[in-house]
């Protein structure tokens, strides 16, 4: 299968990446395209006119995700799709989401401009809501066309101003007849890396293996606020010196669980607070990721007896609530070796990767054989205006992006 | 000196005690009597009534200090001082402060009861706003009587409400023409310990040998705000983890520098903070406190050192800054020995201690020979409407108060 496909064009996807960074440009060089917005209007619709170039139609389902859709040979075949989103965080970047969905257009660019067809029909997907920032929960799009959420709850979700998505859908006539997923044969992300990890290792395609389960928690400790000068070090119950030796406990935790953890304290309180007086309540959230649920389980658990242990230790009573929870998505295998085929083929280094962050892909991988492509993003940073990447990496994603769909969608004869 | 002085009356204490806590009584069992308030003006009025029972005429100074005066044999001899403060805090207890007021008021009812005469003059003080808790800074009407604060600037302080100091004065006509400390030739303070020492070592009586030094800090860690799912472990610069280590090693200095050393981090912030984001900023309180100023100096050299080190070795920047500093302040041997003597003349068990929390004495002792009597409250527990100690306790204090003042007048043969 890695013969006989054409290279993509590096600069002609890099160009259309520029022009659609115009759409909802910030002073700082990034992007500010918010889901369901008049610039997010002006974006989709450059995109449905780059596609219809290529000769593709373009349907909207019920909540508003976009498909253009490329027919191949035998169109009784269930379509093969590729695809991410064009939303943007409110100082966004140029890349997230876009280069997933700019790729896939370019994959269509470069068939069409070499004749070539696939057996089974192609589809570019955009989907509605991926970032969340205006309307919450992220992956909106996808979470209702996997029923992962009600169409109807999704219609009423409402933004800061009181705005409802059913009220923005029906003003940009973007609410289609089609509910809930249509049969899809495999679908491929490609997608900037948002983390440090490529980069670092000098890698050009990361193998997505598949997305990390996650657990999140609030610890509460409780011991005796006191005054911090006449109460001796011996006879205190210091929350935070408790919440602190617990922190310190979840962070090597990650550590212990190698390579794939990763634990992270993100907020802290002391309540209510006050410089010369020993806490006597602290409250602390707990992330916890492992693409394993198992291993997953086995960290909560030691969670719990850690902490118990550390506040025994501390004289401090130690209250572990679960917050919320999202299993361990492993990806497709025959998804996965088409990705790292591709990277092979063009010899691009690579390395299996598992995704950290949330992507429309995980819950389309609950439904379809799935796989994703991440290349490097400069220092890592993402979700800012300062994101960036280099155009031979994501011309190099873009090239196993094609690799990959032809591989499952067959080229014809 | 201890033979031929009278047994103080616990019972008519405690019933002044009790008397006094119904000006401003809270429904859980505590008082709000807050300094310059028309509560506080009855509570006045109340002590200078009884005061005028036993013969002592009052007046006030500029920053609204009431004297009681008891003349001696011989009024040309500077007085001997003794009282405390009679405000509290908005949800306070029925001791901190008025104990030390009620019991110098009892030490004049028992010299007058027994026809006693003191060689020099006594004088019982109810400073302005100690508690600090309507207008900061605390210790007010000592720190202006020690020239530690200017009147006019302490004059200028508003409440909440705006409201200054000096109208309030002026107000209930408290506005003296004295300024600035006459001549004292000791200041003698009892007090609830505000501790939880005495109650566990079973003392009755502590003997106060001076207060701590305090230096307080501001630490601010700066690491790498990331993704807590795409960043590995190893790849990070976690503030929070840098911060909970410098927490974990503040906490150790105080056992380091035992028995007398106090170390608390009372607050800390993730800056801005989100569940799912590696902090990149964290920033918390330090209060160091220690008896001996050298051996402070030494802890916060050590801060130093300790913080620059995580920091290093958890990859992010360190900055301390200085906050505010207040010199240890050790009493005056005589006046210790005082003390001392009266608890043993009278069979207490007694201990040495320090002062951790900051009383009108400390000021006084930067000026006059000063000492101070602790005495134990439940559980250690102050500020606080469950605030408790029991009548012996109070008694033993005040004889011991007796002891210590006699000690210093001299009682006329």
Same mark, same amino acid.
């Given at each position: 299968? @890695?013969?006989?496909?054409?290279?993509? &064009?590096?600069? +002609?996807?890099?160009?259309?990446?520029?022009?659609?960074?115009?759409?909802?440009?910030?002073?700082?060089?990034?992007?500010? =395209?918010?889901?369901? /917005?008049?610039?997010?209007?002006?974006? +989709?619709?450059?995109?449905?006119?780059?596609?219809?170039?290529?000769?593709?139609?373009?349907?909207?389902?019920?909540?508003?995700?976009?498909?253009?859709?490329?027919?191949?040979?035998?169109?009784?075949?269930?379509?093969?799709?590729?695809?991410?989103?064009?939303?943007?965080?409110?100082?966004? *970047?140029?890349?997230? *989401?876009?280069?997933? #969905?700019?790729?896939?257009?370019?994959?269509? +660019?470069?068939?069409?401009?070499?004749?070539?067809? /696939?057996?089974?029909?192609?589809?570019?997907?955009?989907? @509605?809501?991926?970032? *969340?920032? =205006?309307?919450?929960?992220?992956?909106?799009?996808?979470?209702?066309?996997?029923?992962?959420?009600?169409?109807?709850?999704?219609?009423?979700?409402?933004?800061?101003?009181?705005?409802?998505?059913?009220?923005?859908?029906?003003?940009?006539?973007?609410?289609?007849?089609?509910?809930?997923?249509?049969?899809?044969?495999?679908?491929?992300?490609?997608?900037?890396?948002?983390?440090?990890?490529?980069?670092?290792?000098?890698?050009?395609?990361?193998?997505?293996?598949?997305?990390?389960?996650?657990?999140?928690?609030?610890?509460?400790?409780?011991?005796?606020?006191?005054?911090?000068?006449?109460?001796?070090?011996?006879? +205190?119950?210091?929350?935070?010196?408790?919440?602190?030796?617990?922190?310190?406990?979840?962070?090597?935790?990650?550590?212990?669980?190698?390579?794939?953890?990763? @634990?992270?304290?993100?907020?802290?309180?002391?309540?209510? *607070?006050?410089?010369? #007086?020993?806490?006597?309540?602290?409250?602390?959230?707990?992330?916890? =990721?492992?693409?394993?649920?198992?291993?997953?389980?086995?960290?909560?658990?030691?969670?719990?007896?850690?902490?118990?242990?550390?506040?025994?230790?501390?004289?401090?009573?130690?209250?572990?609530?679960?917050?919320?929870?999202?299993?361990?998505?492993?990806?497709?295998?025959?998804?996965?070796?088409?990705?790292?085929?591709?990277?092979?083929?063009?010899?691009?280094?690579?390395?299996?990767?598992?995704?950290?962050?949330?992507?429309?892909?995980?819950?389309?991988?609950?439904?379809?054989?799935? %796989?994703?492509?991440?290349?490097?993003?400069? &220092?890592?940073?993402?979700?800012?205006?300062?994101?960036?990447?280099?155009?031979?990496?994501?011309?190099?994603?873009?090239?196993?992006?094609?690799?990959?769909?032809?591989?499952?969608?067959?080229?014809? %004869?």
């Amino acid at each position: 299968m @890695t013969t006989g496909l054409p290279a993509i &064009n590096g600069d +002609r996807l890099w160009s259309s990446l520029m022009e659609m960074a115009k759409i909802g440009a910030t002073a700082k060089g990034g992007v500010c =395209r918010l889901t369901l /917005t008049d610039l997010d209007k002006q974006g +989709r619709e450059l995109l449905i006119d780059w596609a219809a170039g290529v000769g593709c139609a373009h349907e909207y389902d019920a909540i508003g995700n976009l498909f253009l859709k490329r027919p191949g040979r035998d169109n009784a075949l269930d379509p093969v799709m590729t695809g991410s989103h064009l939303d943007s965080q409110p100082t966004g *970047g140029k890349f997230d *989401g876009v280069f997933g #969905v700019l790729a896939g257009l370019e994959v269509f +660019r470069t068939l069409e401009e070499h004749g070539l067809a /696939t057996q089974a029909p192609l589809e570019l997907t955009v989907w @509605t809501n991926e970032e *969340g920032s =205006r309307f919450s929960p992220p992956m909106l799009g996808s979470g209702v066309f996997t029923e992962t959420f009600a169409l109807d709850w999704a219609y009423g979700i409402k933004d800061d101003a009181g705005i409802r998505v059913g009220d923005e859908l029906a003003r940009h006539g973007w609410i289609g007849n089609a509910i809930g997923n249509h049969p899809v044969a495999a679908y491929f992300e490609a997608h900037i890396e948002q983390g440090p990890v490529l980069e670092a290792e000098s890698k050009t395609i990361g193998v997505v293996k598949g997305a990390q389960g996650q657990r999140w928690f609030e610890i509460t400790v409780l011991g005796q606020e006191a005054h911090a000068g006449p109460t001796p070090m011996a006879m +205190r119950k210091d929350a935070l010196v408790c919440a602190s030796r617990i922190v310190q406990a979840v962070n090597a935790m990650g550590f212990e669980h190698a390579p794939h953890a990763c @634990t992270t304290c993100g907020l802290i309180k002391v309540i209510p *607070g006050s410089r010369n #007086v020993i806490p006597g309540n602290v409250w602390f959230t707990v992330d916890m =990721r492992h693409p394993d649920d198992a291993e997953l389980a086995a960290m909560a658990g030691e969670l719990h007896d850690v902490s118990t242990r550390i506040g025994q230790e501390q004289k401090c009573a130690v209250q572990i609530d679960p917050f919320w929870e999202f299993h361990a998505t492993p990806f497709d295998r025959g998804c996965i070796d088409l990705v790292r085929q591709g990277a092979d083929a063009w010899g691009y280094a690579h390395m299996d990767i598992i995704s950290g962050a949330g992507h429309d892909a995980v819950y389309m991988a609950g439904k379809v054989p799935t %796989g994703m492509i991440f290349v490097p993003c400069e &220092n890592g940073i993402s979700h800012n205006e300062m994101e960036n990447a280099k155009s031979e990496d994501l011309a190099a994603g873009c090239q196993v992006l094609l690799h990959a769909v032809c591989g499952k969608a067959g080229l014809a %004869g």
